[in-house]
């Protein structure tokens, strides 16, 4: 069973830097997605931005230009990093784990990290 853990969260003024990092533990199936989603308040859960097995990324439009994911296969650790940060950016951030396995999808959450935007 793969297990997430989240880290990286806090407060950052406008137009700052944070980087988010997910440890995974577990056995990885060599066909998944890493993701990471967030929430904000009063607002329903986004998808931001999710890489591959194989390497491929993709962003939501808001975040293109501003947030990079990236991962470490031999650390079992992915990363966003998240620069000129808006106060629209404050989220509980989650990382997430998704494979197709004995013919159905299968999902892992982590439990979140506040990133807060403000001055």
């Known amino acids: 069973q793969v297990q997430l853990v989240e880290s990286g969260g806090g407060l950052v003024q406008p137009g700052g830097s944070l980087r988010l990092s997910c440890a995974a533990s577990?056995?990885?199936?060599?066909?998944?997605?890493m993701s990471w989603y967030r929430r904000a308040p009063g607002k329903e859960r986004e998808l931001v931005a999710g890489?591959?097995?194989?390497?491929?990324?993709s962003y939501t439009e808001s975040v293109k230009g501003r947030f990079t994911i990236s991962r470490d296969n031999a650390k079992k650790m992915v990363y966003l990093q998240m620069n000129s940060l808006k106060p629209e950016d404050t989220a509980v951030y989650y990382c997430?784990?998704?494979?197709?396995?004995?013919?159905?999808?299968?999902?892992?959450w982590g439990q979140g990290t506040l990133v807060t935007v403000s001055s």
């Open positions: 997430n784990y998704r494979t197709w396995r004995d013919r159905t999808w299968r999902e892992v």
């Open positions: 890489i591959s097995s194989g390497g491929r990324t």
């Open positions: 577990g056995i990885i199936d060599s066909t998944h997605t």
